[in-house]
């Protein structure tokens, strides 16, 4: 009789979060952030019961489940339940903040710290075929940094140490992950290109095209892609030294289908005139300062953000180019949207419901990274990546992280945004 007592309390005990009361009552944040000036926000309600929302001062204004933020500072909302308090959330509201969306299909073109390691040959010696390199314990991934303490960032650079040198031990510096050291090469003659080599594949640049998120007046910074710049042999992020975008143009679409993911053709030139640098290359796209603004003609004026909280599940629209430069706006829908109090890459699911978008590209295409998501006159996040086995769908990553890398503090409270 006790042991069935004690199931019956465990099994009450563990159902007590599913009750409908308790997960609303779960659902109300104990800490809200919201922007001045940038409409009302709707509060959680506890459902049959007389609760009453009370709270605001000159920061915001409460009125049923509707919290009006209307001036920078700081405030609080009280739920009562039959006269009493059950619930407090205290808000922060914010500057108004506004970026510039994008759209644009841009050319990306990064120098990489130093010179990457991609690969290993062979040389044919007299003694055979070795690579030095390999045998120097030298990895694929690894970056070289310096050779006889001569700082090396281009590829040409290398080659004319090891000619200089004719196959003296040359002295390295290495990165390998987030250490550095040093080690020795010796360099072996190539019988049949008669020359010295270090049996090393290496690579000082990389390119790519992708689309535009945000530029913020401002700071003149903007944010990109939304993912990761990764090199394609060796699928590691890119340690750049610099770099530089253009403008490209998408010259075809190779239509994605489910385990097919589509692309983006594009194409741009070196030598174009640069629209912006790249200085930052993480898990949350690039960035960088553009040299000017540049227009998507669809919404070119600036718009508030909104915070992944603020992100609801239901109908959205992308900016992206599917032809030439042009930028086009396509229905999509938020599925799924998880509010993040630290940064995540992964904080949307959307699906691509646009016929026209889906008859040309089946969905999320690669190039398409980076294109920004609207809601509700809003700037929510950007698109990053397309599931494998469904192409019409994919994950976004919501704004407010993309603007922390990009080095935008939101949360400054004297009226000008600036870059940390």
């Not at 930052?280 to 540049?294: D, V, Y």
């Not at 609801?312 to 086009?328: D, H, Y």
Request: glycine share 10%.
């Amino acid at each position: 009789m006790r042991i069935m007592i004690g199931l019956i309390l465990l099994v009450s005990f563990l159902s007590v979060p599913f009750i409908s009361p308790v997960k609303q009552y779960n659902s109300i944040p104990t800490d809200l952030t919201l922007f001045e000036n940038q409409g009302s926000y709707a509060l959680p309600t506890l459902a049959n019961s007389k609760t009453t929302v009370k709270g605001g001062n000159e920061a915001t204004e409460a009125f049923s489940n509707q919290l009006f933020p209307k001036k920078a500072g700081n405030s609080s909302v009280i739920y009562e339940l039959a006269g009493m308090p059950v619930k407090k959330v205290d808000v922060e509201v914010l500057d108004d903040f506004k970026v510039i969306p994008g759209g644009q299909s841009i050319g990306v073109r990064l120098h990489t710290l130093g010179v990457l390691v991609v690969g290993h040959h062979l040389i044919e010696t007299p003694n055979g075929k070795v690579s030095p390199g390999e045998e120097s314990g030298i990895q694929v991934g690894d970056i070289l940094l310096e050779i006889n303490g001569k700082e090396i960032k281009k590829v040409e650079e290398v080659a004319s140490i090891v000619k200089e040198d004719e196959g003296e031990e040359l002295k390295l510096k290495v990165k390998r992950n987030e250490k550095t050291f040093t080690t020795t090469l010796n360099p072996q003659y190539d019988e049949k290109d008669k020359k010295y080599r270090l049996g090393l594949y290496i690579r000082d640049s990389a390119a790519g095209i992708g689309t535009m998120t945000f530029y913020h007046p401002g700071t003149k910074k903007y944010g990109a892609l939304g993912h990761v710049i990764s090199d394609m042999d060796t699928k590691k992020p890119i340690e750049i030294h610099d770099g530089k975008l253009v403008r490209s143009n998408v010259t075809s679409i190779d239509k994605g289908s489910n385990g097919m993911p589509g692309e983006k053709n594009a194409e741009f030139s070196v030598d174009d005139q640069s629209i912006g640098n790249i200085t930052r290359n993480s898990p949350f796209g690039i960035f960088g300062e553009l040299h000017k603004k540049i227009d998507n003609g669809v919404m070119d004026k600036p718009m508030p953000i909104a915070l992944s909280h603020q992100v609801k599940e239901g109908p959205a629209k992308i900016l992206t180019v599917l032809e030439g430069q042009k930028v086009e706006e396509f229905d999509v829908e938020i599925v799924s949207s998880v509010p993040q109090k630290h940064p995540s890459t992964k904080g949307m699911i959307i699906n691509i419901t646009d016929e026209e978008l889906l008859d040309k590209t089946g969905g999320i295409v690669q190039g398409m990274s980076g294109s920004p998501i609207i809601q509700d006159g809003k700037v929510v996040g950007a698109v990053t990546h397309v599931f494998v086995n469904d192409s019409t769908s994919g994950y976004g990553v919501h704004i407010e992280w993309m603007l922390q890398e990009a080095g935008i503090d939101i949360y400054k409270k004297d009226g000008q945004q600036k870059a940390s």
